[in-house]
């Protein structure tokens, strides 16, 4: 059985930081190409970053890079995602996804 299980979400004051991580059961990520989303109450759920399966190269979306920096432990078979200057507008549930599989996702909160 194949499972995505995140970790590391909580709550943070604005300009603060956290770590998440995907850890991944049941497949070996070193195949997948990875994923992490995010879904604010109301919005739709938005890809933030990607990891390559090849290489290791890295896409980030506009609003998060040179903030966020995913990275991959192939031997432990988990990828995360470090947040920086966290902001209001990164509350969200954080999910991360290698197709077709997808995990339960996290709460980050961003508040004062």
């Known amino acids: 059985q194949v499972q995505l299980v995140e970790s590391g979400g909580g709550l943070v004051q604005p300009g603060g930081s956290l770590r998440l991580a995907c850890a991944a059961s049941?497949?070996?990520?070193?195949?997948?190409?990875i994923g992490w989303f995010r879904q604010a109450p109301g919005k739709e759920r938005v890809g933030l970053a990607c990891?390559?399966?090849?290489?290791?190269?890295?896409y980030y979306a506009d609003s998060v890079k040179g903030r966020f920096t995913i990275s991959r432990d192939n031997v432990k078979g988990t990828v995360y995602l470090q947040m920086n200057s966290l902001k209001l507008e990164d509350t969200a549930v954080y999910y991360c996804?290698?197709?077709?599989?997808w995990g339960q996702g996290t709460q980050v909160t961003v508040s004062s």
């Open positions: 996804r290698a197709l077709p599989f």
């Open positions: 049941g497949i070996t990520i070193d195949y997948y190409a």
């Open positions: 990891i390559s399966r090849h290489d290791g190269s890295t």
